[in-house]
């Protein structure tokens, strides 16, 4: 595949993850408010997923020997940590502030890919992160209702930690001579997940019979079957897939800052589907996360002997015959190095 088509496909995939993660909350938030915790629904996500994703872990069952730690880490990252640390940082600081501070991801994922890799990172895909952060605090409306709690702040922090793993763990094992599946790392990552997740949320305490009853949706009484189906085949099993392939395509950097937009989304979901409406800094706010992220994934990759690893684009080649993208990590010191940078539900 061409390059600008790789790189169309990545972003396409990006956006329907965003989408996908993006539409959670709308469908959640009915369910906690007809009498379920919010670590209940967590887990039923997770747990969902993870069955409907066995026949794929089966399939894929050599990755246990082959690759354990990488089915670890992103089972107990991207999985378990994101959803668990954010959920117990809401009890203690307002959703607003955590959703921003585990938005901080791309922004780590930058830090992570400059001092830890001593990889150079472009402007461009610097600047996108600032304005894609920055617009984000205006959608979440960061400064309302503020209170300083430090264990809420460093448990929305290891949410944000654990999105950063969840962008790098994606982009492992797809420059090998026999890659991974990315779908396969996420079966049994939702698996590992939904272990790790079962301890925490103790689900024999749940009331199971809010599931055969109905949910509000703005007035309207949806069967909360059909909403939990939802976040289970959409925001979960379609959004990690979706998400992780396109990570593949693009970069950890550029794929985090596009996740922003889950904020958008989010917010503009809520405001047509439960009256939640938006005020003109929010609005502004999403605008400028828009555009933040183009500025992030339009960036385009310089000539083979300058270009810098992190800036948006992806795998192909650049002038010259020079492979990028994935394959371009096995390139000596002194060749150019890989094009492109991914958060963040």
């Not at 959703?99 to 830090?111: D, F, K, M, S």
């Not at 461009?124 to 920055?134: D, E, N, T």
């Not at 309207?220 to 959409?234: D, F, R, S, V």
Request: with cysteine; hydrophobic share 55%; aromatic share 6%.
């Amino acid at each position: 595949m061409h390059a600008s088509q790789e790189k169309s496909a990545g972003l396409g995939l990006a956006l329907v993850s965003a989408f996908a993660f993006g539409g959670s909350g709308v469908a959640a938030k009915p369910l906690i408010e007809a009498g379920l915790d919010p670590l209940h629904v967590v887990w039923l996500r997770v747990a969902g997923a993870a069955l409907v994703m066995l026949p794929v872990a089966w399939r894929h069952r050599d990755l246990v020997r082959r690759k354990p730690a990488l089915l670890a880490g992103f089972g107990l990252l991207a999985v378990a940590g994101v959803q668990g640390f954010y959920f117990a940082s809401l009890s203690r600081i307002p959703v607003g502030v955590a959703l921003l501070i585990e938005y901080l991801a791309p922004a780590l994922v930058l830090g992570w890919v400059r001092f830890v890799q001593k990889r150079p990172v472009t402007r461009r895909a610097a600047v996108g992160v600032v304005l894609a952060v920055g617009g984000l605090a205006c959608v979440v409306q960061v400064w309302s209702g503020l209170s300083f709690d430090l264990l809420g702040l460093l448990l929305a922090l290891a949410a944000a930690c654990c999105q950063v793993g969840y962008f790098v763990l994606s982009d492992q094992g797809g420059d090998e001579a026999d890659p991974v599946d990315p779908i396969g790392v996420i079966a049994y990552g939702l698996l590992i997940g939904a272990v790790v997740l079962t301890a925490l949320a103790r689900p024999w305490r749940m009331d199971w019979a809010v599931l055969g009853g109905t949910a509000d949706l703005n007035g309207t009484a949806a069967p909360a079957w059909l909403l939990l189906g939802w976040i289970i085949l959409i925001a979960t099993v379609l959004a990690y897939a979706t998400g992780v392939v396109s990570v593949r395509r693009l970069s950890p950097q550029v794929a985090g800052v596009v996740a922003c937009l889950e904020a958008v989304i989010a917010t503009v979901l809520a405001w047509v589907l439960l009256a939640e409406h938006l005020g003109p800094a929010q609005i502004a706010g999403g605008a400028v996360v828009l555009v933040g992220a183009f500025i992030a994934q339009s960036a385009t990759p310089k000539a083979a002997a300058e270009a810098p690893v992190a800036q948006g684009g992806t795998a192909g080649t650049v002038p010259g015959g020079v492979p990028d993208g994935a394959a371009g990590r096995e390139r000596a010191d002194g060749e150019s190095a890989l094009s492109g940078e991914r958060s963040a539900s």
